[in-house]
């Protein structure tokens, strides 16, 4: 078998164009693959089978690790603002559950507003998240019971795990089998996700082959957000609160719970979100504010300055600092600029004073301050967050 024959096998096989995982197992197989012995390929790809999904999570794991890391902060409120913030909230309310976005949503999937406590089981049901549902105008409103289900212990056929789902549906009692949609690493028993279940924000997850043509994550007021197959009642759900996120500005948990309940979004007028990515070599963040255009200057200036102070590292990044560390950057090596090898300290102190002849405030009299100087604009720089 030539590289180019394994290239296609392996991509036939999983469904993988990364062309560094590819050279990595004919590198590290090649003499097999070459030998042309049917059977021991076959062996081979049997070692790979194993090792595929740990890839796989590990590719999850680098889509999610920036969203994972999403810190929400809360300003301090004012009586003015309090005031103005809950105006608002009461006044989208009242004119978002008379949109057709709403009303229509309520007629055809709902029957009615619920309860605070039923749309916390219809959020939850796997009934609501798995039965595919309709909408159209032209579509009269099934008579499924959204609320009222029996869902048995998990089992397992020739395609896999399911669960056995019961409910009635225009009063006739039926029974699905339902597939997990994710895999969640770290659950123990409860890896897998069905219809219905919920990731917290820090899980990261793999979809499944097969069952992740149309998976959906509805985020939820709680924070976690529930998993759902498309076009059940909580796609249509999500479709219908994006519109009115994009009418009304709202957050898409807060359109879901309106349209489900009627209860007024949270009141707000700046908030900040925080969103971080983390590695051994590096820290980053981009801190996004988002504000009401009537917000004080001073409010937000204030705001800003809180945030700031509580998440940044006091690390005395002044001028020299950041040239200093720059300039180490330009003459060493990806290991030595990491740590991960003591770069020729001394040498590089004596090539930064040769720079800076005429400048004593920039010169180093010992190559132990330059290596310190370094190492304080290294962790101001590449690790700035303390949270």
């Known amino acids: 078998m030539s590289k180019q024959e394994f290239e296609q096998e392996f991509r036939s096989r999983y ?120 909408i159209g105008l032209r579509l009269k409103r099934r008579r499924i019971s959204f609320l009222e289900y029996e869902i048995e212990e998990p089992a397992e056929d020739d395609n896999g795990p399911y669960r056995v789902l019961r409910y009635s549906y225009a009063g006739r ?5 339902l597939r997990p949609l994710l895999r969640v690493p770290g659950r123990g028993a409860s890896l897998m996700v069905y219809p219905g279940g919920t990731i917290s924000p820090d899980e990261w997850w793999q979809v499944i082959p097969d069952q992740n043509a149309n998976v959906l994550l509805l985020p939820m007021r709680s924070g976690d957000s529930v998993v759902a197959k498309g076009n ?62 009537w917000v004080s200057l001073n409010k937000v200036t204030s705001y800003y300055r809180d945030i700031q102070q509580s998440i940044l590292q006091d690390a005395g990044s002044k001028d020299r600092t950041v040239e200093v560390f720059r300039f180490v950057i330009a003459h060493t090596e990806e290991e030595e600029t990491t740590l991960e090898k003591t770069p020729q300290w001394k040498h590089l102190c004596d090539l930064w004073n040769a720079e800076h002849p005429e400048d004593p405030g920039k010169r180093f ?22 949270v």
């Open 232 to 293: 059940s009642a909580l796609d249509l759900l999500a479709k219908q609160a994006n519109k009115l996120v994009r009418r009304y500005l709202l957050e898409p948990e807060d359109a879901a719970w309106l349209i489900l309940t009627g209860e007024n979004p949270r009141p707000k007028y700046m908030s900040a979100r925080l969103s971080s990515v983390s590695t051994d070599d590096l820290s980053r963040a981009v801190l996004t504010l988002t504000v009401e255009p």
């Open 365 to 386: 009299s010992d190559y132990r301050d330059f290596r310190r100087s370094y190492i304080r604009g290294r962790d101001a720089i590449a690790f700035p967050i303390s």
């Open 173 to 177: 009692d039926l029974g699905i089998r």
């Open 15 to 134: 469904k993988i164009e990364d062309p560094t995982l590819v050279d990595a197992f004919w590198e590290r197989h090649r003499v097999e693959y070459e030998f042309g012995d049917p059977k021991l390929q076959e062996e081979v790809f049997g070692e790979i089978d194993a090792k595929i999904p740990i890839y796989d999570l590990g590719r999850a794991r680098e889509r999610t690790e920036w969203e994972r890391k999403q810190i929400t902060m809360q300003p301090p409120w004012g009586a003015y603002e309090t005031a103005r913030a809950k105006a608002v909230s009461e006044y989208v309310a009242k004119v978002a559950s008379a949109d057709i976005v709403t009303t229509r949503y309520r007629e055809r999937v709902l029957g009615r507003a619920l309860t605070a406590q039923e749309a916390k089981r219809f959020l939850s049901s796997p009934v609501a998240a798995g039965v595919r549902t309709g």
